[in-house]
């Protein structure tokens, strides 16, 4: 296979050749400037062309051949071959409403849920952070706290209502009035 496959390549490069030299010698002689070892040398190169177009040609026609022959044998091999052992006719297959319906179907929609979401979120924390189950409840726990403690002091501040927070909420109040909304974001626009 790769002797073929070698050879075929050698003979399409010594073509390509053989036609680029022919290419030059005919422009050469449609010009009228050859002389009698020019012409020799076309007609030379015209037979090597021709050559090689039969010799491919030629090569085609047994690979051709090749196949023709095995069409022609598997034409004629079922006959001779015995026929395949008879099988009994099956049972028609009918699904019905049962528990074989059930087990090819599944539950159907809406199927019903086979876990609850906190019981998979404990069998994915299982399976992803098995080491880091327990401490991680505590981390949140923590932030949590810090979150209701800004919160209690959000609110003892309001409760206050001292001066300077007063005043803030005020400005603020009276630059929304006399600013409609997005004034000072003119760069950004769409």
Not at 94 to 119: F, W
Not at 149 to 172: G, I, T, V
């Amino acid at each position: 296979m790769a002797a073929k496959r070698q050879s075929k390549i050698e003979r399409y490069r010594q073509r390509k050749e053989l036609e680029a030299r022919l290419l030059d010698v005919r422009r050469v002689m449609e010009g009228g400037q050859a002389d009698d070892e020019v012409s020799r040398d076309f007609y030379l190169l015209n037979v090597q062309r021709w050559i090689t177009v039969c010799l491919e040609e030629i090569e085609a026609i047994d690979q051709e051949l090749k196949i023709l022959k095995n069409m022609d044998v598997l034409k004629q091999g079922p006959a001779h071959q015995p026929a395949q052992p008879s099988r009994h006719p099956m049972k028609p297959f009918i699904l019905t409403r049962d528990a074989l319906q059930a087990r090819v179907l599944g539950a159907g929609y809406p199927s019903v849920p086979t876990m609850t979401v906190d019981d998979w979120y404990e069998q994915q924390k299982k399976r992803v952070l098995p080491d880091q189950g327990s401490p991680r409840k505590v981390a949140v726990e923590d932030n949590s706290d810090a979150k209701e403690r800004d919160e209690e002091e959000k609110e003892k501040s309001a409760e206050n209502d001292d001066e300077a927070s007063l005043l803030k909420a005020r400005n603020w109040d009276d630059w929304k009035d006399s600013h409609r909304r997005g004034y000072g974001n003119r760069q950004n626009m769409g």
